[in-house]
């Protein structure tokens, strides 16, 4: 891998295959996987990870990988290193609203190891980078941003020409978004979004507990939204707070002994109330899904394509998803001889990827929408659902399979 020194007034563009364009986690998953197939790739994005220090602080950002992206992350070549960095396995999922109707999903129950892992953000991204670093088909424009896209043609065929705040140029036959919700490559392209706010928004914060967290990771459903932990590495956890914006706004002007009151009196029980916050931070929550994924020359994935509920922790997970289908599709394509530059090929990416993700945010918005409500008869009849749903039985693992990527 390279990284390319700006020039002023270069001679001519600098030619690749595929310019992606976005470094973060689906974005240099990308990279890692296009490379792989020997394809020649630019990669721009404004800034570079962190390096990692054990003693840092952290986090906010932090994502549950199901045991789909851990085997995407394997074939990518980083798992181990990941492995290597601090992580939590979390075995274990509950779920409720009244503590006698708990669902519970547990590992054993689908004969795997663990559920997944839960990582910081900037560690997968510091390590796919250092993937990158192996790879000598790749080159890096950072920092640098993009300041014009243009179709051209070239060598008898169309491509896009990319012109950065550098000053760089770049041409290749596909431009691959992977650039985040307010996506520049979808909206140069022209693709239309529907989606809607969700007039709450999620607060996360950064707890030191007086003993080590378990490895089950819990959310209880509340008329105002839910409360959820996600375990940390150490004596560590991760809160999520959800609800109204302005209540949300309020809880961020409070110093930490504050907040931590405040924590005490409105999260469940099993919170083990001697803790002391480290950090927090804020944002709002929305759902946001292209029309299309791709056209000639063009292809969007990640959060560029569809941002959804974080209920769940889906989003970095269908990301994936959509990385895996995507060098899956092209690799195909490579490997027959057929243009994987153009709509008729990117279209197989969008078919087995636009339905799945439709129906994964589709379902995160029944249950939260679900659980908003506090008519007494709706709130028994979802509690009594949560009962039955703790039983054992094909469609209780079928529904865990297919949220960890493996239906």
Not at 234 to 263: C, F, P, T
Not at 368 to 394: T, V
Request: hydrophobic share 40%; net charge negative; glycine share 8%.
């Amino acid at each position: 891998m390279q990284d390319e020194v700006n020039q002023a007034g270069q001679d001519k563009p600098n030619q690749h295959d595929v310019v992606i364009v976005g470094g973060g986690m689906v974005g240099a998953a990308v990279a890692v996987g296009l490379g792989q197939l020997g394809l020649d790739i630019g990669m721009i994005e404004a800034y570079q990870p962190k390096s990692y220090e054990p003693e840092q602080a952290l986090d906010l950002r932090v994502s549950a990988i199901s045991v789909a992206s851990e085997q995407l992350l394997e074939r990518l070549g980083v798992m181990d290193k990941l492995l290597s960095l601090r992580h939590v396995a979390y075995k274990g999922l509950e779920t409720w609203e009244m503590e006698n109707c708990i669902t519970q999903f547990h590992a054993d129950q689908i004969d795997e190891p663990h559920l997944g892992y839960f990582f910081e953000n900037r560690l997968i991204q510091l390590c796919l980078w250092q993937q990158l670093d192996t790879m000598d088909n790749i080159t890096r424009y950072c920092p640098d941003s993009v300041n014009h896209f243009e179709r051209i043609n070239a060598d008898e065929q169309q491509q896009i020409k990319v012109t950065l705040q550098s000053g760089v140029e770049l041409q290749s036959k596909l431009i691959v978004g992977a650039d985040g919700a307010n996506s520049q490559v979808r909206q140069w392209a022209g693709i239309g979004i529907t989606g809607w706010d969700y007039a709450q928004s999620a607060m996360l914060i950064n707890v030191s507990t007086a003993t080590a967290q378990q490895d089950i990771t819990w959310q209880q459903f509340t008329p105002a939204g839910p409360r959820s932990l996600l375990p940390l590495p150490g004596n560590n956890a991760s809160l999520v707070w959800y609800d109204s914006r302005s209540r949300i706004k309020q809880l961020m002007q409070l110093n930490h002994q504050q907040l931590a009151e405040q924590i005490r009196q409105h999260f469940p029980q099993r919170l083990d109330s001697d803790f002391t916050v480290i950090d927090r931070g804020s944002f709002p929550l929305t759902r946001r899904h292209a029309q299309s994924y791709c056209q000639d020359n063009v292809v969007i994935l990640g959060d560029a394509a569809h941002t959804i509920n974080p209920l769940a922790g889906q989003g970095v997970n269908i990301g994936f998803k959509d990385v895996d289908v995507l060098i899956a599709t092209i690799a195909d394509a490579v490997g027959n001889d057929h243009p994987w530059w153009k709509a008729t090929t990117l279209k197989q990416y969008q078919c087995k990827r636009y339905s799945d993700n439709l129906l994964m945010m589709s379902a995160m918005d029944a249950f939260y929408a679900g659980f908003s409500n506090d008519l007494l008869p709706i709130k028994l009849l979802r509690n009594g659902m949560l009962k039955i749903a703790n039983h054992d039985n094909p469609i209780k693992k079928k529904v865990l399979k297919y949220a960890l990527g493996l239906a």
